[in-house]
């Protein structure tokens, strides 16, 4: 499967183009001394405040590494913000949209006219019209001033405000941020069901980007076996407060902002039902993008179970790409590598993390035995070495695959034999079939021994 202009058989990471932004030009301290904005009823000294910590802190992220700009991701949520803002272009010219490239579920505006989407919140969402719905909300917030009124009363209540504060709102703006994106929502002919939607993606963006029920089949082959008896049986259910206590956080709780957005849906009339404006080809090419990013990211922040359950997602409809094999290679190698430097707990997650379908696949990964471990980890990256001997890429992971499992005392190599796991079952079978007449005679015998048996030795 291919979309637009980005093949994902051979996919090549996101990256920024064209000509550099002023936004990343500029120095802070000279951002700070050009600002001509109204800062609303901020006095001298806290603007002067105000504005070295909101350009020194836009700066570090600008200049992280991790933000990119003209990419493709950064061009969609133009043409998004085109169609929210099509009149009202004296806004638009003030906004400049950029990607950063994390697995936090985020978006964020800035009082200068930037605004950020993380590829993990885009990931998340399932289609247009609820990225519309965030977009929409984070442009209220620059056009109604909150990040410099949020500041203001941040400071008036503690002297502690930082950085990480600055694109946190008070209830009251996220509120007003909700109401006025409903309506450029509706203007632009939005469905009201993706309005609600959007909540599920913030209520759920903690969760892999899809719900997948594990295929307990997944890792059979005719020379690797997993009996199903191994998989657990528990269910793992999903939080479904809404109503969370939100007395210490800045934002409001789901169930306040859905009731809030039911209301202004309420009171405007000739809703549109287009999940799709600008082009739905082009967002499921954007959104798969984000997931092969989220991917990517998950290896290099180590959350290596979470990166494996993905890449299962993204096999069903990319079976032939090359980069999931080398992301699914590179991930088998290094959950090995955290096993032989007994760094496994930083990585696996616990019972009280797993929620939903990937918890079958996740709590498999986390009981693993160390041989288990690297019984895995071996025969993936050999398998996938084998389908693809002229990737280099996946002939490295490889080398340094065998090369660890060697070196460790922990794999039983002794306990490995030559013949398959299906050649082992059809010894077994020959070998019932040859015990069978002998069966059949002491059938009798053995029923009636068993019937003079206690409850709890039959069940032994």
């Given at each position: 499967v291919s979309y637009a202009q980005t093949n994902f058989n051979n996919y090549k990471p996101l990256w920024s183009q064209g000509e550099l932004p002023d936004d990343f030009k500029l120095a802070a301290k000279t951002k700070v001394d050009q600002n001509d904005q109204d800062l609303g009823t901020l006095d001298k000294k806290k603007q002067t405040e105000f504005l070295e910590r909101i350009h020194y802190g836009i700066d570090r992220i600008l200049?992280?590494?991790?933000?990119?700009?003209?990419?493709?991701?950064?061009?969609?949520?133009?043409?998004?913000?085109?169609?929210?803002?099509?009149?009202?272009?004296?806004?638009?010219e003030k906004l400049r949209f950029y990607v950063v490239k994390s697995n936090v579920a985020n978006a964020f505006s800035t009082n200068q006219g930037m605004i950020f989407f993380t590829t993990g919140l885009i990931a998340q969402f399932a289609n247009e019209a609820q990225l519309a719905f965030v977009l929409a909300h984070e442009i209220v917030h620059y056009t109604h001033n909150h990040?410099?009124?949020?500041?203001?009363?941040?400071?008036?209540?503690?002297?502690?405000?930082?950085?990480?504060?600055?694109?946190?709102?008070?209830?009251q703006h996220e509120f007003e941020a909700d109401r006025e994106a409903v309506k450029m929502c509706h203007a632009a002919g939005y469905s009201t069901e993706e309005i609600y939607g959007s909540f599920d993606v913030l209520m759920f963006s903690h969760l892999?980007?899809?719900?997948?029920?594990?295929?307990?089949?997944?890792?059979?082959?005719?020379?690797?076996?997993?009996?199903?008896?191994?998989?657990?049986?528990?269910?793992?259910?999903?939080?479904?407060?809404?109503?969370?206590?939100?007395?210490?956080s800045t934002h409001p709780n789901i169930e306040k902002r859905r009731d809030t957005v039911s209301n202004h849906i309420e009171k405007l009339s000739n809703w549109g039902t287009k999940t799709t404006v600008f082009n739905a080809e082009k967002f499921k090419e954007i959104q798969t993008i984000c997931r092969f990013e989220t991917i990517r990211r998950r290896i290099i922040n180590g959350?290596?179970?979470?990166?494996?359950?993905?890449?299962?997602?993204?096999?069903?409809?990319?079976?032939?790409?090359?980069?999931?094999?080398?992301?699914?290679?590179?991930?088998?190698?290094?959950?090995?590598?955290?096993?032989?430097?007994?760094?496994?707990?930083?990585?696996?997650?616990?019972?009280?993390?797993?929620?939903?379908?990937?918890?079958?696949?996740?709590?498999?990964?986390?009981?693993?035995?160390?041989?288990?471990?690297?019984?895995?980890?071996?025969?993936?990256?050999?398998d996938i070495y084998k389908a693809h001997p002229d990737n280099e890429y996946i002939e490295n992971i490889y080398k340094k695959m065998v090369t660890l499992v060697a070196n460790t005392k922990r794999f039983p190599k002794?306990?490995?034999?030559?013949?398959?796991?299906?050649?082992?079952e059809e010894k077994i079978e020959e070998k019932k079939l040859s015990?069978?007449?002998?069966?059949?005679?002491?059938?009798?015998?053995?029923?009636?021994?068993v019937e003079s048996q206690s409850k709890y030795s039959r069940i032994r």
């Open positions: 200049n992280s590494g991790t933000v990119t700009y003209g990419d493709e991701v950064s061009t969609y949520i133009n043409s998004v913000a085109d169609i929210l803002l099509a009149n009202d272009r004296e806004t638009r990040v410099i009124n949020s500041y203001e009363y941040r400071t008036d209540e503690s002297k502690s405000a930082n950085i990480a504060q600055l694109s946190q709102y008070s209830k892999p980007f899809d719900e997948i029920e594990f295929d307990k089949e997944y890792f059979n082959t005719p020379n690797f076996y997993i009996p199903e008896s191994i998989f657990t049986t528990k269910e793992y259910l999903i939080n479904m407060d809404e109503n969370f206590d939100d007395a210490l959350e290596i179970p979470y990166a494996l359950y993905e890449i299962y997602i993204l096999e069903k409809e990319f079976p032939n790409s090359v980069s999931l094999q080398a992301f699914k290679a590179h991930a088998w190698y290094d959950l090995a590598r955290l096993r032989v430097d007994q760094a496994w707990r930083n990585v696996v997650p616990s019972d009280k993390e797993l929620e939903g379908a990937s918890a079958v696949f996740l709590e498999l990964i986390a009981k693993h035995k160390p041989e288990q471990t690297y019984a895995f980890a071996l025969r993936n990256v050999y002794h306990k490995y034999f030559d013949i398959t796991f299906k050649q082992a015990l069978q007449n002998v069966e059949l005679v002491q059938k009798t015998e053995v029923a009636t021994e």
